[in-house]
């Protein structure tokens, strides 16, 4: 079937999800189909949108470099290191001290991620950088003095837009990382029973507890990847030693990840109550000279690493753990991050909840839920979590 045809019978069915409230079905064939749709639509639009806003700001640049006392557009730190990785660059660790609180909370609404509204940001944000296009001609035929009175207001659109190009950015990251995961598990838990617990006022106290339990084993942590260097079961008061081979030679930026494992994972209150420690064995190996050369991909990069030991590099747009191999980005990044990310070198999934949910005509959308059983492991929440090891 057309695409266009899915979409039309789509928009007149029975069954659309009404805009702006998210469906606790999931979706079926023709949604997954024009969801494909929408992926492809936004993907060319956020090309065209990169593209433009590259050309926009060397002609700006060169503009500027023709006025008295005014040197290049100023990029924010964050926005220009987002939108590319650099093998070599490290993160600036924040300070990052406290465990976090564990508490129970309300679930709360779900962030909504979904290629439909990315290809309409994709397709603003176009329409945008021409309005700012035909303002930079006007603005390049004024005399000098009012090119100069009116620079700083151009500067600000321009640095808005590109702030907005760096979230729909990320938004795609986050889309295509995770729409092929949720895809293969068809939606992951069990949404309807998450969208009664929230939203459903005639459920008695006895259900909602009984729906609590069956949801609680989906939800938890798991341990889903073992490795050679620990045994399937740690023992009580012991100290095990994690491998982890690196081509970081940084040893200032070595004893930042040294400290997080210490503070987030050894003083964690498990870890206190198990007298169970971790300490990391730095093996040094070389630099990836193909790589930082652009004659190799980060997939090769990371596939370059020994399997018998977990690893970590640079060379990111944002931080991500691959099976072994933890891949850091520039930017900023958190010791409470940081830990989290060991965690994934130790074998533990992330435990955010995620699903697929109906969205009609618009195709599907990503539900993402803080941890509702969980709420306060590091796994589940890099942000305030504690090390609970819940399937240790």
């Known amino acids: 079937m057309p695409v266009w045809l899915a979409i039309a019978a789509l928009v007149i069915s029975s069954n659309l999800t009404h805009v702006g409230e998210p469906s606790s079905r999931p979706p079926d064939p023709a949604e997954m189909a024009i969801t494909r749709f929408w992926a492809g639509l936004a993907s060319l639009q956020a090309s065209l949108a990169s593209q433009r806003i590259q050309s926009l700001r060397a002609r700006i640049d060169a503009e500027l470099d023709q006025l008295p006392g005014h040197g290049q557009l100023p990029i924010p730190k964050d926005t220009e290191l987002r939108m590319q990785g650099s093998y070599g660059v490290l993160p600036e660790v924040y300070v990052d001290k406290g465990y976090g609180a564990t508490f129970p909370h309300p679930m709360p609404v779900p962030v909504r991620i979904s290629w439909f509204d990315a290809w309409t940001r994709a397709r ?13 001609d006007r603005w390049s035929r004024l005399p000098v003095a ?11 659109i321009w640095l808005g837009l590109t702030s907005d190009l760096t979230e729909l950015a990320s938004t795609i990251r986050y889309l295509t990382a995770w729409w092929p995961r949720l895809v293969k598990s068809r939606g992951g838990a069990n949404v309807s029973g998450l969208f009664a617990l929230v939203r459903d006022p005639r459920l008695t106290g006895a259900e909602r507890r009984e729906l609590w339990e069956r949801l609680r084993d989906v939800l938890r942590p798991h341990r889903v990847l073992t490795r050679s260097f620990l045994p399937e079961t740690l023992k009580p008061g012991s100290s095990y030693v994690v491998p ?48 930082k050369l652009g004659r190799r991909t980060i997939d090769e990069h990371v596939a370059s690493f020994p399997k018998t030991a977990a690893a970590m590099t640079t060379g990111a747009d944002s931080h991500f ?42 195709g599907a959308e990503i539900l993402e839920w803080s941890n509702p059983v969980y709420p306060d492991d590091l796994m589940c929440d890099d942000g305030v979590g504690v090390a609970r090891a819940e399937v240790w």
């Open 321 to 362: 753990t691959r099976d072994n191999v933890l891949v850091l980005a520039p930017g900023h990044i958190t010791a409470r991050t940081l830990a989290h990310e060991f965690g994934h070198l130790l074998g533990f999934d992330d435990c955010y909840f995620r699903t697929l949910a109906a969205q009609g005509f618009r």
């Open 146 to 156: 009012d090119k100069i009175k009116d620079g700083d207001r151009l500067e600000g």
């Open 244 to 291: 982890v081979a690196t081509d970081i030679a940084d040893r200032s930026f070595l004893a930042e990840v040294e400290g997080a494992v210490d503070m987030h994972w050894n003083h964690s209150p498990w870890a206190q109550a198990q007298r169970i420690s971790f300490r990391i064995q730095w093996k040094q190996v070389p630099l990836d000279r193909p790589f």
């Open 124 to 136: 603003r944000l176009v329409r945008q950088i021409s309005t700012l296009e035909g303002q930079v």
